[in-house]
Nanobody
Framework: QVQLVVSGGRLVQSGGPLRLSCAAS????????ICWFRQAPGKEREGVLC?????????YSLNSVKGRFTISTDDAKNTMYLQMNSLKPDDTAVYYC?????????????????????WGQGTQVTVSS
């Protein structure tokens, strides 16, 4: 059974760091495209950081997080991480991890949420000013 469990969200002060974790079970994370998404109240879900699973080396980064957030994986733990530094109030959102298990992410829009079929439950990140 494919499962993603997200943890790490909490209230944090502006400028502070936070790391989110997404533990995978039922499949091997490293074989697939992975992505962190977020959704703020009243806004559409948007990709934050993604790594393509097509062995093409492609990555996606939301412009507003470049230089502040990084995505990584630990193959031994079958877990992906989102390290967030220099957090801003605009980063406040529910954060989700997602995996393209079916391999649907191709072309220029490979990181669109509709291509990801395994989702974590989401975790709230609130950045206070």
């Amino acid at each position: 059974q494919v499962q993603l469990v997200v943890s790490g969200g909490r209230l944090v002060q502006s400028g502070g760091p936070l790391r989110l974790s997404c533990a995978a079970s039922g499949f091997t994370l490293g074989y697939y495209g992975i992505c962190w998404f977020r959704q703020a109240p009243g806004k559409e879900r948007e990709g934050v950081l993604c790594i393509s699973g097509n062995n093409d080396g492609r990555t996606y980064s939301l412009n507003s997080v470049k230089g502040r957030f990084t995505i990584s994986t630990d193959d031994a733990k079958n877990t992906m991480y989102l390290q967030m530094n220099s957090l801003k109030p605009d980063d406040t959102a529910v954060y989700y991890c997602a995996v393209d298990v079916m391999g649907r992410g191709h072309g220029s829009n490979w990181h669109h949420p509709s291509n990801f079929d395994a989702w974590g439950q989401g975790t709230q990140v609130t950045v206070s000013s």
